[in-house]
């Protein structure tokens, strides 16, 4: 079993980029991995996933203003996102599963990071 530790800032200022990082203990190689985030009183939301060998795939919603990419020297895993506004308010979760790339669905990752509050506010 993997773990996952997301860092970054906590707080962002509006028309910044939101930059967060994932570290993977336990294996980066073999796994899928992904950025959820969830807004307050709101439900998980997908933003994208990340295969081992460096394929992307992404929200529509969230595409234009996205970027991860991966280091698996470092066992790590980044969250691009940039021009934000108050509406990326959220925690923030790199979470990862085995069996398949691009899930969509929150629901088909078995290894969470503990999340990580992220403020948009000047």
């Known amino acids: 079993q993997v773990q996952l530790q997301e860092s970054g800032p906590d707080l962002v200022k509006p028309s910044q980029t939101l930059s967060l990082t994932c570290t993977v203990s336990g294996g980066i190689n073999n796994y899928y991995w992904a950025w959820i985030r969830q807004p307050p009183g709101k439900g998980l939301e997908w933003i994208g996933s990340?295969?081992?060998?460096?394929?992307?795939a992404y929200s529509p919603s969230l595409k234009s203003r996205t970027s991860i990419s991966i280091n698996t020297s470092k066992n790590q895993f980044t969250l691009q996102l940039r021009s934000v506004t108050p509406e990326d308010t959220a925690v923030y979760y790199c979470?990862?599963?085995?069996?398949?790339?691009?899930?969509?669905?929150?629901?088909?990752?078995?290894?969470w990071g503990q999340g990580t509050q992220v403020t948009v506010s000047s």
């Open positions: 979470v990862g599963r085995i069996g398949g790339f691009g899930s969509s669905s929150a629901y088909d990752y078995d290894s």
């Open positions: 990340i295969s081992y060998s460096g394929n992307t």
